[in-house]
């Protein structure tokens, strides 16, 4: 992959200079790869972990210090890759140094995590679900619903709703969509509700990233 942007089952990536991001918490895991030098990533009280790749877990507030290029991988929690990386890393940490393709990352889903829970995260994946009948789809109550999602992976559904409205707006974008268009087709109120949660998951706006998703 040269430098650009690209979205997949399972995963997002982009290779690119990154400049000092905001401090931010996403609900993927992300592997940062510095194609030179080290990869810089600064946790919510500043404590920088520096190291050729680090992998920052989901919902860990942190930031990206600047850096002329990276190769990063979104992780997505539901995919199998996702189950080696829960057991091994629970904090911003320096990560096993190997050729990451992103074979190793798509397509397959969890081995680990309760099937409803899979089928609940597939369907806020695709379409904006309010979250009472999401559960009632998956054969759940709300409060369960709600509960499994925090015990196997540590973050609430909502979380991951909206980030699965965050990956359809940048295939929005990429597509050519004005970022006030993106928002309303990715379920967002409008152009300022996206750009207040793509600040708060990415540390971004999506005025930064059109240059990546449109080399």
Do not use: K, N
């Not at 002329?68 to 629970?90: E, G, I, K, M, N």
């Amino acid at each position: 992959m040269r430098f650009g942007f690209s979205i997949g089952d399972g995963f997002a990536a982009y290779r690119g200079a990154v400049g000092d991001s905001a401090v931010h918490r996403h609900a993927a895991f992300q592997i940062a790869i510095a194609q030179r030098g080290e990869v810089a990533v600064a946790d919510a009280a500043g404590t920088v972990v520096r190291a050729p790749a680090v992998v920052v877990p989901p919902m860990v507030r942190h930031r990206l210090l600047a850096a002329p290029d990276l190769r990063t991988f979104f992780v997505d929690p539901h995919c199998v890759f996702a189950d080696s990386l829960r057991q091994r890393y629970r904090s911003i940490a320096a990560f096993a140094p190997r050729a990451l393709r992103l074979d190793d990352i798509a397509v397959q889903p969890s081995g680990e995590l309760d099937p409803r829970l899979l089928t609940a995260m597939h369907l806020l994946r695709d379409a904006s679900v309010a979250m009472p009948a999401l559960a009632a789809a998956v054969g759940l109550s709300p409060q369960r619903l709600r509960a499994l999602a925090l015990e196997q992976l540590g973050l609430p559904l909502a979380r991951w709703r909206v980030w699965s409205r965050l990956r359809r707006a940048a295939e929005a974008l990429g597509a050519g969509r004005t970022p006030a268009a993106a928002a309303v087709e990715a379920g967002f109120a409008d152009q300022a509700h996206l750009t207040r949660q793509m600040r708060e998951m990415m540390g971004l706006t999506p005025a930064v990233v059109l240059p990546v998703l449109r080399p």
